[in-house]
Each structure stands twice: as structure tokens, then as C-alpha cells.
């Protein structure tokens, strides 16, 4: 069966991007060439960024496309070629990947999710949140440099001490109204 991915116009997507080999920790050795691959494309094809956590080889992000656009995969796919362009060419490479000039850095795929509500989203935007603490990165989410959290904390819409416990110990964890 062919995965097919759901598209809204103007819609809010979470997205799981992941490097190929999970044992590297390019994207966080490497935090200004993705922000400055990020930036890019957000100034050629608008989006909002409504939360992101970039991890050693993998992110998490929620995108928000302007009304009557759907194209996430075209900013994936010029997000990753502008933060690969940039790096030097020392991953390992299989035949298939080579026969079609591509490099051997991300994961072809990427997961996404489209929003359904303001409770989806909130959940979204406090998984993103906790993935350093989840992964054993930090104790607190505040302590992940490279995390939305903190213009969440300086906009006032999180508590500096957010996350200190797991968003699995207490069921009403996180739940708040954006505005």
C-alpha cells in the first residue's frame, strides 16, 4: 500500500524529521546552517513556525501554511538540500541514492501529522517541548537551547519551570489556551 499524505489548505502540520544515520549529531553541531536553511525557504515560501525542537539527529516542528497552500514537502525537501549543500560530503551513500544525486544525510521521508484541534495542537506543542527531556538531553525542557520553548516562555504563554514533571504523569500537563 502507497502512504499518502493528507494536505489543508492553510493547515497546521507536525512534522518528525529524522537524519539518516541516528548515530550522528549534525543537526545540532550544525544549528546555524539549518536555521539559516530554515529562513530560506520561509522567506521564499512562507510559513509560520508555531513550535520546533531541533535534536542532535532529528527535529520536531509544527508548520502553519498561509490560506490556500498545502505544499509542506517542497519546503522539507529545500529545508534538507539547503542544510546538506552546506556540509561537507562524508556520509555513506548507497547505490540508490547515488544513482539519483542525492546525498546520504536525511531520511527520504519525513512523518507528518495535520492538526485536527486546539487540544492536538497544544499536545503537539508539548511533546515538542519535552523531546530533550525525553530523551535524557536535560532535566528541564527551558535547559534545551535549541527549542521554541523559550519564545513561549519570554511571550508568557509557559512558565520557566514548564515540563519539570513528564507530560505522562499528569493528565491536565500542558493544557492551555493559545492566544
Known sequence: MRYRRHYLEGGSYFFTVNLAERNRRLLVEHIDVLRDAVRGVRDRHPFQIDAMVVMPNHLHAIFTLPP?????????????????????????IDASRLSKG???????RFWE???????????????????????GYV???????????HRYIR???????????????????GERRLG
Open 68 to 92: 490556500g497552500d498545502t505544499d509542506y514537502s517542497t519546503r522539507w525537501m529545500l529545508i534538507k538540500a539547503g542544510f546538506s549543500r552546506h556540509l561537507p560530503k562524508n556520509e555513506r
Open 102 to 108: 542525492e546525498r546520504g544525510l536525511w531520511q527520504r
Open 113 to 135: 501529522h495535520t492538526l485536527q484541534n486546539e487540544n492536538d495542537f497544544c499536545r503537539h506543542v508539548d511533546y515538542i517541548h519535552y523531546n530533550p527531556v525525553k530523551h
Open 139 to 149: 532535566a528541564r525542557p527551558a535547559d534545551w537551547p535549541h527549542s521554541s520553548i
Open 155 to 173: 511571550a508568557g504563554i509557559l512558565p520557566a519551570d514548564w515540563g519539570i514533571a513528564s507530560p505522562d504523569a499528569d493528565p491536565k500537563f
